[in-house]
Each structure stands twice: as C-alpha cells, then as structure tokens.
C-alpha cells in the first residue's frame, strides 16, 4: 500500500464510512462525517505479529446501527476484515519508504462489502487484492501439518474432501477419518519432530490413498484435494479458512503469510 | 442620429466597435421626451432622414444602429402585435444577429431590455434566442443581466432562457472573476425547482475548489434526499467531490451517460458557425471532467474483471484533509487534479503541482501523464506501477489461470495499452518482462499471439545468458513447430528486440556523462556480447526454418530485413553462409539486398571503427575475410565452393558438386551466370550484340566483362558497385581480374 500511515486511521475510518455508504446507495451523495448508519473504524491489531519487523495489523470492522429507536441499540458488526503480515521479512525484499506491505487480507461477511472496502483500498492506496488460491498440495501439506499438531480439548474429526470432475456435474468425495488416528499415523511418518519434509507429506498423504483404495476402489490420488478440515483449521482450495483454535492462529497465519507472499512474486 | 465616422465600410463590419453608448446618446439628447408613441414616431422621421443617407453606406449596420438604440431607450410595456416598429426592429437585430452575431455592447443592451421585464415574454424569448455573440461577450453585461434576476421583474420562462443561454454561451465570455464571485447567488436559485437542473449545470461549469464549502455540501445533499437522484444533483455532487473528496462520497451508477440537459440546441448551428468563423481564437469547450467510466461489460465478481482504473486524483493527501492553510489558497499552490488534465498546454503550465493519481496503472491511458512520468525521476512511480502491472498481468494471463479463458478479448486489449505505452516511453516495462518469463514457457503460442510478441520486442537489454533459459528457450522451441507465419513473426520481434536495444544503447551513449544514471550491466561490451549472442540465437533458428520450411521466400525477406538492423551495429556480421546456398532458387530482389546488405555493413563498420574503440578479435577479422573471400569468389573469380576452410563456409567437395549436376559449377554464381542477374546479362548482351539470337555469355569477358560492370552500375545496383569497389583490388584495368587483397 503507498502512502498509508498508521496515524490517520481515523480519517480513513471517515472516508470509508462515507464510501460504503455512498456506494450502498448508488447515485445517492453522503456527507463525509454524517450519521450514516453506518460505520466503519480502522483501528489495530497488535498482538497479530510473527516477529517484531512485522508491520502492525490492521482492523476493518464495519458496523451498521440498528434503525430501531432503542436507546442502547448496539452497533452491530455486519463485516470485518484485517490486514496483516506475519514473520514476513525473511520472504520479502525490503519495502521501500512510502510503501506498506500486509500481504495477507482476510475478509468476513457479506461479499458485497468485501468488495467496497477492497476497491476503497485500490483507489485509495494503489494496491491490489488478489484472491488466494491454495494448490492441492499446499493442502496436503496443511493437513500434514495441523494433523500433526497437539490439540488438548475435543478434536473434530479430520476431514479431506476430493473433487472429482464429471458430467454433468463434478463429484465430490469426503473422507474423514479420527484425529486420533491420523495423528497415530503422522508420528510413524514425522521422523524429526517440528520439521516436515515434503516425502513425509507424500508419504502420509500415499497411506491415506492407499487406504481409501483398499477398501473403494478408487484412486484418490487421481482426483484433486479441495478441501481439508482439521480440528486446528480448515482451508478450501478457494482461499476460505476457517480457524478454529486460537492457540495455533499464528501458526496458520504464518502459512498463509507464506502462501500470499509467494502468489505475489 | 450622428453619423458615425467609422464602421461604414462593410468590410469593417465584423470588427468590434469599441464606441461607447454615448455616441448614441447624444443624438438623442436632442430629441425630446421619451414616451414610446413619440420615440416611434422619431424613428419614422429618422427612417426618412435615414433612407438618403442610406444609399451612402451600410444600411444593414444603420438599422442595427436604430434598432439599438430603439431597445435601449424603451421602458413601457410595448404589446408586440400592434407596434409595427417594435416588430421591424425586433427582425433586424434577428436577422443580423443570425448573420454576423452582435457586438458586445449590442448584447449589453439587449440582454438588459430582456431580463428588465418591459417587454412582452415573446419579444424577451425572441431576443434572448437572437443573443449570438460576434467575438465575446462582456462579462459587465452578463453582471448587470443577472442583477435584473434579483429585481424578479421578468417571467420564469424568461429566467430559464436566460441560464440556458449562460450555459450556451459559457465559453465567449471574455472575464469569469465577477461571474465566480456570484457563486453564491446562483447556488440560493437552486431552491427554485424548475431552475434547479439549469443552475447545476451553471454551477457545475462555475465550480473550483475554492467554491466547495462544507455548508454547500450539505445543502446539496439536503436537496438530493428531497429531490430524489436527480443526475443534475449527481453530477455536482461528483464534482464537488473531485475537488474535495473529504467533504462528500458519492458512487455513481454505472449505466449513467448524460447529466445535463442539453441547452446548447438554441444556439448550437449560431455558435458553430463563429466558432468555424473565428477558428481558434475563440475558447474551446469546457469539456465535462465526469468522463466516460470504463463500461462493466460481464457480470462478474469484484476485482476478478480487467479494469484499467480511471485517473482520480489522490485522496490520500495529508495536507488536504486538515486545515485548510489559507495561506496555500492564496498562494494558489494546491495541486491540480488529474481528472482536469485534457490538454498538452495545461500540463506544462501546471506541471509543477500535478499530483499522480492514486491508481498508478491509470497513466496507461493518458498520454500526457506518461509525458511527466518521462519527466519524473521518483522511484516510487516505478515502483507502485511495477507493483500494479505485475499482478495484474500475472492474475489476468489467460493461459497462466484456466479461468479467465473467456476474457481473452480484454487481456488483449489489455497487452494492447501496454505495448503502446512501451512504445511512447520508448522502454520496456520490468514487470512485463518478468511476466513474459512466466509466461512463454506455458505458452501455446496461439493465445495473444501479436501482442506477446510485440511485448517481447521491448525486453530490456540484459545479459543474455539470463534470458537465454527464460526466453530462447521456449520461443525455440515454439518456432521449430509452428507455422510459417509464426515464424516470420518471430523474426520479426526479435529484430525488433536489436533495434531497441541498439536504439537504447544509443541514446544511453550521450547519457554517460553521469555515471550515476547508467544502470548495471550496460557496459558497452555487455551490450556488445548480448547483441552477438542475439544475432547468433536469430542465425541458428533462421538456418533450421530455412530447411524446414524448404527456403521459403517469405522467410527469407525476413531472415534478410533482420540482417539490414545490423547497419548500426558496431559488431561484426555473423553471416550464416548456409544461406547462401539458398541463393541458388532467389529470385533476384533477395540477392540484391543480400549484397546490399553486406556491401553497407562493411561501409559502416569502417567508419565506425574510427568513432569506437573496440577490441575485435582477430578471429571474427579472420572469419569475416573468409566470408568475404567467399564471396568474391562466388561472384567474381567464377571459384565458387572452392578452398574455404571456415566450418560455416560453402567448400563442397567435388562428388557432391557431380551430384547437382550442375554444368560449370565454378561459374555459376558470377555476376553472369548467377540466377539473379542473369536477366541483366541478357539485356546487355542484347544490346551489345543485338544481331546476335543466341545468347552466349562467355563473350563477357575482357574488356567486355568492364563494360559489363559499367552496364550493371548503371543500372543502379549500387550495392554492388560499393561492395566490387572495396574488396577487391583489381590488379590491371585491361586484363582479367584477380581478387586480390581483400581489404579490410
């Protein structure tokens, strides 16, 4: 982003209330700094950090207020979203002056707003939002690794979803299986721990086919990973994730931080 | 009434008149009281009066005279049907008004009988619709017009004819301070609904930065929650936000193409026809800064369509949000928006305090911008377009990412604005080159065709060995397995590519003074080894296409026009001299160059010897003899394929040479027999000989082989001339030559 300075973040709160206000309703002009109904506010996220050069998150957090006359009607959160970087610098070159880099944006809530507050950002500080798109092996790769992760409470059960293309329309297959079994699995296959190899993965990926096979007959290795769901997180092939234990959040940001970085370059 | 002294020559005519109203005063000083019924029957004496004098001059300019002065002096309530007078004056200001248009102070009077409210509303909206200015408008008169408005003594038709008029007319007023200073005034008419969409538009052409106030703001949007969206409203509103976007937000709706009424269609044929009349001195036409928005063709999901964004002025300034520094109004020293810019003239006057607009990738469009990127040496232009491009040529490739298939139209156009503006800046784009890296490795060479490879002409200079893997490769491999005019067009881009390169070398030359300027890796004999192992890459695919596609000649004319970029090279020619065995099915334009070619570079490279330092090797000195050598031999000492021992030479052995079957094989490429010119053979043997039917071409030789040489100089193969001249050394003007020395 160019030219975008944490100080002024009230200012852009302003601009933007006015912006998406202005653009749900098309033709219709907004004062900058009206009681709008809705309101935006920029603020930031400080614990969101992998090492200390990373630059401070930022919250978006559009709120509506309720058109009721009651007298503590809540603003109530309608879309939120935030920027942010985590252990980024040993992938990046060093950012010039001027420029900002939060390579990662994360968006939930209506996509209609996702969409006002991105082109806001693009017009305003020239940047470009792309959407992420994960590979099917860099979800082998996350099922590895979240599998691999120790979760104390109730562990949902490990999910992978297949798509396989036909006419007319694509089948979609879900294996799911115990986290506790496939958490047996991945330590006979984890050979040093806190390091994950790429035959590791293969290799546990290769078990859970050859299983599927056994007892289906079909190949799963020939079909495309779309999705997989841990108890840590989930990840769709679309770039939807889904955290669900704040305890590893900085882990799994940190590989989407990877991820976004090296969809850029 | 006075005579006048000047303005009676019809030639002077269109000339303004500068004389004041009292000239005409006087005269009537002397006539008496001034009721209507009187003045009219003034007039009639006057006419009479006049009708001698009539004959003497113009008549036309006296009657407007007349009818001037009529109008001006009127004050009662004249109905139209029963004044004859009123009438006859009313048509002589119409039809010369339609003819000529009106001198300032002609308009001044009229303007003010018709806002006063004396008249009939017929006679105002006949005069108001006459109001065509001969050169401008005065911009008192326009003042004092308005200052009848508030008097509220005219009807509001009248008023409504009067705006539009103003708007018509806009642009002939010669002076707008006092018209920007009745800001004001006409944002209070903006309550009056039947006024308001007309007001908008006067307001819109009035509007700076200055007018735009926050209580303005508010009552704009007041009116619009009342009026509803009203376009006239949007599109102030939309101004209003250009100028200060701080102050209001406004979207517009996508499909909107006009916002205001069109009050120009009055007066249009009358203003077109002083425009034609003036031509150019009169101002050009404000045009409307809301321009034409990119059209959203599809349907399709935000920021997934190819959009080049429209030039906005950047909102993120820190300078602008704040507290306005009164001092910065005075000193007029805000920046001027980028939406503003639409001639060549603007920018150089307000070049100091453009700013760049807030999307980078919105200067592809705009000429004049690029023109001040040219000027700007701030890094992070570069850097922020760098940034844009790359990404969005990387999510847009239709082959790099299977869905956009379908948009292939506008990544084309897309590839379209950025070769042209490659073009205009006369250097390639860091970021498309690394695209293109990306890219051609999965390229099928069908998708976009034109435009990659117009983009891989602009590649900048670098090291070649970097692009070898990136860019030969994969274009190799492309070019070996596609058609004939893929691969004309290939030879075609990548001549292209030399020329930049020796084009951009060039002008970095006269650059080299700063040191700090020169990038990395420029050195002149990097740019000397890229541009060898470019022409070395070009000869090698050139040699297989030319079997491949059994020496086409369209080819040919391709490989030949890559060689002829060579003229400005300062190194040597690389000639493949497996082509020259093509030269035996040439037709005769091909051989020409060829030997143009090679006569030019060898008349270049001396020259530039002298200019450059270069450290040749002797080895390319020893391969270019041999080519040489080579060819004098085909060509003059009827040798050919004899002793070359260069590996690349044409030595056949001679069971090959029986193979060809071929009669007299060492003369077949002289300048007699070779195929080429042959046809000149024969002319000259003709008319040499002209009793003589059959053809015999053994009699050139001796002194006749001279007159031959003569013939074919004449005949305007110069090349040949220049090439025979210098390299060979002929030992005895009478005798046979020999080729002998062959100089370098």
């Known amino acids: 982003m160019y030219k975008f300075s944490y100080g002024n973040l009230k200012e852009y709160s302003r601009l933007l209330s006015a912006f998406v206000a ?9 004062e900058v700094g009206n009681d709008l109904g809705i309101k935006v506010t920029l603020s930031t996220l400080l614990g969101l950090k992998g090492t200390d050069q990373d630059q401070v998150a930022v919250l978006v957090q559009i709120a509506s207020r309720s058109q009721l006359p009651f007298e503590n009607a809540e603003n109530k959160v309608v879309w939120s979203g935030w920027f942010c970087c985590i252990s980024g610098d040993d992938l990046l070159e060093s950012v010039p002056e001027d420029f900002t880099c939060l390579s990662l944006f994360l968006a939930n809530g209506a996509e209609s707003y996702t969409a006002i507050v991105g ?11 792309s959407r992420l798109t994960i590979s099917p092996l860099n979800l082998a790769w996350m099922a590895a690794m979240w599998t691999g992760c120790k979760v104390d409470s109730h562990m949902a059960a490990t999910e992978l979803v297949f798509s396989v293309p036909c006419i007319p329309q694509s089948l979609d297959i879900s294996y799911a299986i115990h986290s506790e079994d496939a958490k047996a699995l991945w330590d006979t296959v984890q050979k040093t721990p806190g390091e994950v190899t790429q035959e590791e993965v293969n290799l546990f990926m290769d078990c859970l086919y050859s299983h599927f096979h056994r007892h289906f007959k079909i190949h799963l290795s020939a079909t495309r990973l779309v999705k997989v769901s841990t108890s840590i997180a989930s990840a769709h092939c679309d770039g939807n994730i889904k955290i669900l234990h704040s305890k590893h959040l900085i882990g799994v940001l940190t590989l989407l931080t990877e991820l976004a970085i090296s969809q850029i370059q | 009434m006075q005579q006048r002294e000047n303005a009676k020559n019809p030639k002077q005519a269109l000339q303004v008149r500068r004389s004041s109203l009292s000239a005409w005063q006087i005269g009537e000083r002397t006539a008496g009281p001034k009721t209507a019924d009187l003045k009219s029957a003034q007039k009639h004496e006057k006419g009479k009066q006049q009708s001698a004098s009539d004959r003497a001059g113009n008549s036309t300019q006296d009657h407007l005279e007349q009818a001037l002065t009529y109008f001006e002096r009127v004050k009662d309530y004249i109905p139209l049907k029963k004044n004859e007078v009123l009438q006859k004056h009313l048509a002589t200001v119409e039809s010369i008004a339609l003819q000529r248009g009106l001198s300032p102070e002609g308009l001044d009077v009229l303007l003010n009988v018709a806002l006063s409210g004396h008249l009939a509303d017929t006679v105002n909206t006949r005069i108001l619709k006459c109001l065509i200015p001969a050169s401008v408008i005065a911009e008192s008169s326009v003042v004092s017009a308005v200052s009848w408005l508030c008097v509220g003594k005219c009807s509001g038709s009248t008023q409504l004819l009067f705006l539009r008029w103003l708007i018509a007319m806009f642009d002939f007023i010669d002076h707008k301070e006092k018209l920007h200073a009745l800001y004001g005034f006409f944002f209070c008419s903006l309550q009056d609904e039947k006024l308001c969409p007309y007001v908008c538009h006067l307001l819109y052409l009035l509007t700076r930065r200055e007018s735009v106030k926050p209580f303005r703001v508010r009552r704009l949007v007041d009116l619009q929650a009342k009026m509803g969206m009203q376009p006239h409203l949007q599109a102030l509103l939309s101004l209003y936000k250009l100028f200060c976007p701080e102050l209001v937000s406004i979207t517009l709706p996508a499909k909107m193409k006009t916002y205001f009424k069109n009050s120009e269609s009055l007066w249009k044929a009358a203003i077109n026809t002083i425009r034609r009349r003036n031509q150019g001195t009169s101002p050009t036409s404000q045009q409307l800064i809301l ?21 906005s002025t950047d909102a993120n300034n820190p300078t602008r949000s704040k507290e306005i520094n009164h001092a910065d109004i005075l000193s007029h020293s805000e920046s001027f928006p980028v939406e503003q810019l639409h001639t060549f003239s603007q920018l150089l006057q307000n070049i100091h305090r453009l700013e760049f607009p807030s999307q980078m990738g919105s200067v592809l469009r705009n000429s004049l911008l690029l023109h001040y990127i040219n000027c700007i040496k701030d890094e992070s232009i570069y850097l922020r377009l760098y940034y844009w491009m790359g990404q969005t040529l990387q999510e847009e490739c239709t082959w790099y990412k299977l869905d956009n298939q379908q948009y292939e139209e506008e990544f084309k156009d897309f590839l379209d604005i950025v070769y042209k503006t490659e073009c205009f800046l006369q250097e390639g784009f860091s970021s498309c080159e690394e695209f293109l890296y990306k890219s051609l490795p999965l390229w099928d060479g069908f998708c976009c065709r034109s435009q990659i490879l117009r983009l891989v002409s602009w590649i900048p200079l670098s ?6 893997p990136h860019l030969c490769e994969p274009l190799a491999q492309l070019f070996f397995t596609s058609s004939l005019y893929f ?11 030399l020329q930049n390169w020796l084009n951009w070398h060039v002008m970095q030359l006269d650059v080299e003074s700063d040191p700090k300027i020169s990038p990395l890796n420029t050195t002149l004999s990097g740019l000397v080894n890229s541009v060898a192992e470019l022409i070395h890459f070009v000869g090698w695919i050139a040699t297989v296409a030319l079997h491949l596609e059994n020496n086409a000649t369209f080819l040919l004319y391709f490989i030949l026009d890559f060689y002829e970029t060579q003229h400005s090279c300062p190194s040597l020619v690389f000639i493949c001299v497996r082509i020259q065995r093509a030269l035996k099915s040439l037709p005769f334009v091909h051989s020409f160059r060829y030997r143009t070619n090679l006569v030019a570079a060898k008349e270049n490279e001396l020259i530039k010897k002298t200019i450059l330092q270069f450290k040749f090797s002797s080895q390319t000195y020893q391969e270019y003899n041999q080519y040489i050598m080579a060819m004098v031999g085909c060509l003059w000492t009827s040798s050919a394929f004899q002793k070359d021992i260069h590996p690349q030479g044409i030595r056949l052995d001679p069971e090959v040479l029986k193979k060809t079957r071929v009669q007299e094989v060492r003369n077949s490429f002289n300048i007699v027999h070779h195929p080429a010119l042959m046809g000149y053979a024969i002319l000259f ?4 000989w002209p009793e003589d039917k059959t053809l ?23 090349g040949l001339k220049l090439f025979i001249e210098s390299s060979i050394n002929r030992v005895s003007q009478v005798s046979q030559t020999k080729s002998g020395n062959v100089q370098v």
Not at chain 2, 463 to 468: C, L, Q, V
Not at chain 2, 487 to 496: A, D, I, M, W
Not at chain 2, 685 to 688: K, P, Y
Request: charged fraction near 20%; charge should be positive; glycine fraction near 6%.
């Open chain 2, 291 to 311: 321009g034409t928005g990119h059209p959203q063709s599809r349907k399709r999901k935000w920021n997934t369509q190819l959009i080049l964004p429209a030039c």
């Open chain 2, 487 to 497: 691969k004309c067009s290939v030879l075609e881009s990548l001549k292209e590519l």
């Open chain 2, 696 to 718: 015999n071409f053994n009699l050139i030789k001796g002194r006749r082989w001279n007159w031959y040489l003569e013939y074919l100089y004449v005949q305007g193969l110069q």
């Open chain 1, 22 to 30: 202005a653009e749900k309703q098309k033709g219709l002009a907004v």
């Open chain 2, 685 to 688: 043997l003709q008319q040499a």
């Open chain 2, 463 to 468: 090291s070649f060995s970097e692009m070898k």
């Open chain 1, 119 to 129: 082109s806001w950002f693009q017009k305003t500080f020239d940047c470009y939002f």
